[in-house]
């Protein structure tokens, strides 16, 4: 349901050009960070792979979900998901640390392992532009691809397509998000 949705919005998004923005968009693949370590992360490197992709804080009512996505992490992990932690200072300036005080944090209080990039923008403000994967999932998916607020969630299927959004609210183990997870890792079976 919500990937015919999705389907038929891309399809018929234009640009003031006229082209189709899903023809133009490409998928997450096309797309790389730094890790919280320095060294360079492609999405490319997670084909094959589900991808759980959430804009992080360390200093958000909502950092507790870390608790929450590493629980999902170990659930899923081993049939394919990836939870990427994408910390963020864009809201509330929730996320102050250095990339060394947030790896600290997370493993330290959450024992975050999944992976975790150096800290970037997720959304367009003022003069600063939202890194470009947040920028082709706004393209692709509309407003509920957008992140409002930390820990906005966006699932990211084996072939690199974005399929799934979930707002803060919507905790990573949640019966909705879980069973996004379950059906984007058996079409890849």
Known sequence: MRLLTLTMVSALALTSAGTVLAADAGNAYQFSFTSIDGKQMSMADF??????????ASQCGFTPQYSA?????????DKGL??????????????PGSNAEIKKFCEGNY??????????????KDAVT?????????ATGGDAAVPKWNFHK???DANGNLIAEFPTKTKP???DVEKAIEASLAAKG
């Open 47 to 56: 084909k094959g792979k589900t991808v759980l992709v959430v804009n992080t």
């Open 69 to 77: 996505l590493e629980a999902v992490y170990k659930k899923y992990k």
């Open 111 to 124: 024992d975050v392992d999944f992976p975790l990039t150096t800290k970037y923008d997720v959304i367009t």
């Open 82 to 95: 990836v939870v990427l932690g994408v910390p963020s200072n864009d809201f509330g300036g929730q996320e």
């Open 130 to 138: 939202a890194h470009p994967f947040y920028k082709w999932a706004a």
């Open 173 to 175: 183990d949640a019966p």
């Open 154 to 156: 966006l699932l990211i």
